[in-house]
């Protein structure tokens, strides 16, 4: 079975990033600061989580967020803002 990436983690940070992208580009992202640092404080507990529980290592879990970061960042950019 392979762990790397940890999928957990890179689905966590793609939610964060494209929550916080889509705001970013409604020009409102500022407004929900405390959202998008929440989304982002539970992506990183996910992440440390699957490393306390042995199911990953630290390498897995990084490449994960950076993984999750840059597709939740790029695809809503792809798509009409509404």
Sequence with gaps: MSSFPSGHTSTAFAAA???WSIQQRRGVAGRHVPAIV???A?????AV???EAHK???????AGAVLGT???????R???VH
């Design 17 to 19: 990033a494209s929550y």
């Design 38 to 40: 929440g989304l982002f």
């Design 42 to 46: 539970l992506a990183t507990s996910t």
């Design 49 to 51: 989580l699957r490393v």
């Design 56 to 62: 990953h290592f630290p390498t897995d879990v990084l």
């Design 70 to 76: 840059a597709v939740g960042w790029t695809l809503p």
């Design 78 to 80: 792809l798509h009409a």
